[in-house]
């Protein structure tokens, strides 16, 4: 949204206020003015006209104007009713340069998981792919996983679900998936060149339409009702921002919603499965494991939650 | 080189061959075999056509089907006598889905080191960039830059060089700058997609005329004569492919080779300077450093070799 629709929107939302008025205190034609009550209207926001003027009377529950309207976060909001990948839309922003873009959907046609497995992502979700560019070597880089984790976990929370993380981006309530993340970089040794957080949460969906293997749940079955996609998103957004300029601080933000510490685990990884239980995580986000010949950190891989032995 | 062309080369270098008798063998015209002579002759092979056919009597010093014709390795060579940068046209052709490419240049115009710091690559190096994509997590990436410094560093003390390498990707003589590597990738966390390893190698270049903040030097001054660029590039290549197919033995090549272990350091990473003695390397190139407050792991950061206190 350009900075002149956005001075009209906050206007409004103050509101009444005259179309000549707001011509005046925005230095605009009230030509202008009205293309951009117009442009409001089209983007889903009601925008009231009465006797003594315009006022705003509700904002979209969901899009890309309404997650930028009032949003404390620097990201841009790149919206599609329905896309086939918002990561890889991001990455195409990213080769043109881009940072600080959040790419969102409401439907994703091709999204997918990490290792190329499918990602169902129907209509009433929130499908979102932030791109940014950290100041980081590339060894940091999954300490963005953990924080996209901890920002949605605490988004649900607020929206009244008891969400939990699964190491190392598996948000789930009761073992069952809520949302899924899918980080994606690029950059040398030394330094990240870009980072692209793909954050899929299962919204106002219903699990029974989802693929049933990764026992699917979403806010709107957990809550019983709906829930209001506009603020989760921005809450998402502000604790993302906030976490992501203190990396620092990740790794313990993580420990207190973390499901897999003192439970038993498998861990796939490249030189095998390692079976023990999960003691700790260290920066930038391995999961350390105490099996029966000794402590193995491991940094990327599936991980089993299994029966206590 | 297709692949007629080479059985054309390899029937040539057997040779004398005669035009007719060559046409038969490979099933091809005879006007097919006489301009594939003629493309190996603008590739700069020297054949000589005499009363009893064909015959290879030299191999050129450098270039594509030079580099390609006998390598011992499964790379692709795309040859420039000028290109701005191997590492950018590598990540390019990684862009189009391409892999085992080598980009091999006689001279770049915008070559680049770490961290965008100037890399002067003047006619008569050599400058090149693998593009592959090993099955490996992203955090393994940092074992195929040393994989790339061992490579060389063998080529090197093959060509009688005493080369050594500083932690993590500066290969040297007596401190003194040989080579230096610059490796990209991109990937998510678990699954690299791709890497691409900038090696430039100052093989018959003149010191002298590289910026002395390097304090550089070459093979051709090391040796005091040049060195075979073609012979010298298909050991490295060679020598790389043989690493990246068990990462798990670079860590120990890398040990045999490395100047920085035992030695007092000085290292800039984003958190502050660690300073102490380097006192190992850990897969997948992380360096141990012993502090006055205890060990220290790094995992990237600019490396200086102190004094002994």
């Known amino acids: ?179 899924g993340i899918l980080t994606e970089m690029e950059g040398e040794a030394d330094r990240v060149s870009w980072v692209v957080v793909g954050i899929g949460i299962n919204a106002n969906v219903d699990p029974a339409a989802l693929p049933s293997d990764a026992d699917p749940t979403s806010l709107e079955a957990e809550r019983g009702s709906p829930v209001d996609r506009r603020s989760f998103t921005q809450r998402v957004l502000e604790e993302f921002d906030a976490l992501r300029q203190s990396p620092e601080t990740v790794v313990d933000a993580w420990r207190e919603y973390a499901t897999t510490l003192g439970r038993r685990v498998g861990v796939e990884t490249p030189s095998g499965t390692v079976e023990g239980e999960a003691v700790d995580i260290e920066f930038p986000g391995a999961l350390v494991v105490e099996t029966d010949t000794g402590r193995v950190t491991i940094t990327a891989g599936d991980c089993d939650h299994l029966r206590p032995v």
Chains 1, 2 share one sequence.
């Open 1 to 179: 949204m350009n900075e002149t629709r956005h001075r009209v929107l906050e206007a409004l939302a103050d509101g009444p206020v005259s179309g000549p008025a707001l011509a005046e205190a925005l230095g605009v034609s009230r030509a202008a003015v009205w293309k951009h009550v117009e442009g409001l209207r089209e983007s889903g926001f009601d925008v009231e006209s009465g006797d003594d003027g315009y006022r705003l009377a509700s904002v979209p529950e969901f899009g890309g104007a309404a997650v930028a309207y009032e949003l404390g976060a620097p990201f841009e909001v790149e919206y599609h009713d329905s896309i086939p990948s918002t990561n890889a839309r991001a990455r195409d922003l990213a080769a043109e340069g881009a940072t600080d873009v959040v790419v969102l959907a409401d439907e994703q046609t091709g999204g997918r998981g990490r290792l190329d497995r499918a990602w169902s992502s129907p209509s009433g979700g929130i499908w979102l792919s932030l791109l940014f560019r950290p100041d980081a070597p590339m060894a940091h880089a999954p300490v963005f996983t953990l924080a996209a984790a901890v920002a949605v976990t605490r988004a649900a929370r607020g929206a009244g679900v008891d969400a939990t993380i699964k190491w190392p981006n598996d948000v789930l309530v009761d073992d069952r998936k809520l949302v």
